[in-house]
């Protein structure tokens, strides 16, 4: 066993005397402050009872351990592995001095590098030896041929590497078969994956380094994506979104001036952003360089302050990223260039800042005001609670965000993901679109895209969403699946500015209407029927002579004095009524409490109420929030005649139980009617059809 890895085990066995003797592993171990890259971390609750720099330490030294090569090879490599992680430890009193003396406590192989050669020992004589420059330089430049891989770091700075055989330390067969090794343990200590998925351009690379080649520089826009790579491989479409971006007026040149920097934490800290958003980023700290002797930018802050942990998984915190991305979307291109960037938001604005002992190193970071701040922490704490929606209300106002555009923050992935379940029903809404052009308003997770797409080869689907994350993940989806579908963001109340009137043939509203009358404020109030007023006429305006809208929402049973019997066969039931009828805005909900666990209220109050209980607790802070049914069927075919007049006509309308719904109450609700016999629910859906006249009068294309 490697020496270096049986002082790792006695000290995981208790053991604190060697510590002394071994400087590289007393720093590590004393680390008060995790200073970790965070985009491979699965739970940050993890790092309060882990040491995960130690961690990767003992892992690269198990790989190097199994590596078949020499044993000199192996000597200089443990040495480099053991030393190269150690200016991320130390106890806070220690960094503090180490800054102070001058020691890159940030730049971690700098600094690591300027640690071992205080602190590696050895005699006098030892000092300068060849093999102490040797390691020197291996951990100066620890981890940069990865991250030049990644586009994090101009070829520039490996010349450190190639200079070794200028200066005779090493020949180019022993240089590559060092750093061969070397970054096998360095990348493969992060993933096994990573190492075989990146092996090959390593080993050309380390063949250039070796060759004294390395040192055209490499174009900026090359560099930028290649720190997209987790965005391209998850399917952004770089040249594309590049292009259009251009075109809106952005200037690469710029950028260009930055093509010597190196980028710290970018990628962990931006992959989720857009290109759009990742760029005006850059520019923004393009703002940084305050003189020739700059060499890095970190975004540590950025990425330490992206992420929190919820139900034990490190997840983005949306609620910072979704303002930052609304700061963003405020900037133009040309403010930008002319680095006039002013905050809009007395709550949010970017900092850029340097530390007196780094005079060639800047930090990013987005500073958000102690209201916001406490704010943001207070919707993470309320997320599983009755307040969860008036925090989230708070910040909407606080920083002027709507609704709809910013819809279900913390469990977005999995409500795209729902959606993209529901293929069955959406199938039946195929049967009636008419024509080519198709658009699918609030498309979701895009099954219904996919579905019109593969079963009608011949139209044209286009999703339309005002909100931004759902528009980028179907756009990434989109390049990975190689999708034909289009999708726009845009509003569903404003069509005619994202699509010319008269050129639809079919607009689908998929269980979306309801979404808007419930968070959507129109005229000053949420839960307004004017609202589906002007959808209705928004999609009636770019339909063609004979289109259709189609419409499955919910819908609410007639008469409306119908009463129901609601017997609980759950011990909690009743309290939860109770908390629906307070917490719901939609309308007041009136029951009257017959038995412990028996109810008596109006038919659309009880399917009301039932909808949220169905889902479940996980789901009840967003059900809450929404009216799923708010038109008996007479009330909303005299609407749609009221609204769109005689150039419509309804074609088919009908109403029906949703699947699943009997099944998921089954077990816990008896329904009953006044006088205590069991009837089946109610409807709960409809499936409307409206037909756009042609001139004349005359309807074309009915189905």
Request: charge should be negative; hydrophobic fraction near 40%.
């Amino acid at each position: 066993m490697l020496k270096s890895l049986e002082a790792i085990h006695h000290y995981r066995q208790g053991s604190q005397e060697l510590l002394e003797s071994r400087f590289w592993l007393k720093v590590i171990v004393q680390a008060e402050e995790q200073i970790v890259n965070l985009e491979r971390v699965e739970s940050l609750q993890e790092l309060n009872y882990r040491n995960p720099v130690l961690d990767y330490v003992e892992r690269s030294l198990l790989l190097l351990e199994k590596l078949p090569v020499s044993f000199w090879i192996k000597e200089l490599v443990e040495e480099v592995l053991i030393w190269s992680e150690t200016a991320k430890g130390g106890t806070s009193r220690q960094r503090l001095i180490w800054q102070e003396e001058g020691i890159n406590c940030f730049v971690h192989n700098i600094g690591s590098a300027q640690l071992y050669r205080l602190y590696a020992g050895g005699t006098e004589a030892d000092a300068d030896s060849d093999r102490q420059r040797i390691v020197h330089r291996l951990i100066e430049t620890h981890g940069l041929i990865g991250q030049q891989i990644r586009g994090e770091v101009p070829p520039s700075v490996n010349r450190p590497l190639s200079s070794m055989v200028e200066e005779q330390l090493l020949t180019r067969e022993e240089l590559v078969r060092l750093l061969e090794a070397l970054n096998h343990c360095i990348i493969g200590a992060v993933s096994p994956e990573l190492w075989q998925l990146v092996q090959d351009e390593v080993q050309e690379l380390i063949a250039v380094i070796a060759s004294g080649e390395a040192y055209t520089p490499l174009p900026m826009k090359e560099r930028l994506r290649r720190m997209r790579s987790g965005p391209i491989h998850r399917g952004e479409d770089f040249a594309r979104e590049w292009s259009r971006i251009e075109q809106e007026g952005f200037n690469p040149g710029t950028l260009e001036h930055l093509h010597n920097m190196t980028f710290w934490y970018v990628e962990s800290a931006l992959q989720t952003f857009s290109l759009e958003q990742f760029l005006k980023i850059m520019m923004l700290a393009a703002g940084s360089e305050q003189g020739v002797n700059l060499s890095h930018i970190s975004f540590e802050a950025v990425m330490n302050s992206i992420y929190y942990d919820y139900k034990g998984v490190k997840k983005i915190n949306v609620y910072k990223k979704r303002i930052i991305e609304k700061y963003l979307s405020e900037l133009t291109w040309s403010v930008l260039a002319a680095g006039k960037v002013t905050a809009a938001n007395p709550h949010l604005t970017h900092r850029i800042y340097a530390k007196s002992y780094l005079p060639d190193t800047v930090f990013f970071d987005f500073q958000f005001s102690p209201a916001a701040e406490k704010l943001i922490e207070f919707c993470i704490e309320a997320e599983k609670s009755a307040l969860y929606e008036r925090a989230v209300l708070l910040l909407f106002d606080l920083f002027e965000l709507r609704r709809d555009a910013f819809d279900r923050f913390h469990n977005e992935d999995s409500y795209l993901s729902q959606m993209n379940d529901t293929a069955d029903y959406k199938a039946v809404i195929l049967e009636h679109i008419t024509g080519t052009k198709v658009l699918d308003i609030g498309p979701g997770g895009g099954v219904l895209l996919d579905l019109i797409e593969e079963r009608m080869p011949d139209a044209r689907p286009v999703g339309i969403d005002i909100s931004s994350n759902v528009i980028e993940a179907l756009q990434q989806r989109k390049q990975r699946e190689g999708r034909r579908w289009e999708v726009l963001q845009g509003d569903a109340l404003n069509l005619r500015d994202f699509v010319e009137p008269g050129t639809v043939d079919t607009v689908v509203f998929s269980s979306i209407l309801h979404e808007l009358y419930s968070y959507v404020p129109f005229n000053g109030r949420k839960f307004n029927h004017e609202i589906l007023s002007a959808a209705l006429r928004s999609a009636f305006e770019v339909l063609a002579e004979g289109g259709a809208i189609i419409i499955r929402d919910g819908i609410m049973t007639e008469p409306e004095s119908l009463q129901r019997r609601v017997r609980f066969l759950e011990t909690d039931g009743l309290s939860r009524l109770e908390r629906y009828a307070r917490d719901f805005a939609g309308r007041r909900i009136v029951y009257e409490r017959i038995g412990d666990n028996e109810v008596l209220l109006p038919v659309n109050d009880a399917m009301e109420f039932l909808y949220t209980y169905t889902w479940g607790e996980e789901a009840y802070i967003h059900e809450v929030q929404e009216q799923f049914g708010y038109f008996t069927p007479a009330q909303y075919a005299a609407f749609i005649e009221k609204t769109l007049g005689e150039g419509a006509r309804i074609e088919v309308f009908r109403h029906y139980l949703q699947a699943g719904y009997t099944e998921a109450l089954q077990g816990r609700v008896v329904i009953m009617d006044e006088d205590g016999l069991q009837v089946p629910l109610p409807d709960s859906t409809c499936f409307i059809v409206i037909r756009k006249a042609a001139v004349g009068g005359t309807n074309s294309g009915a189905l």
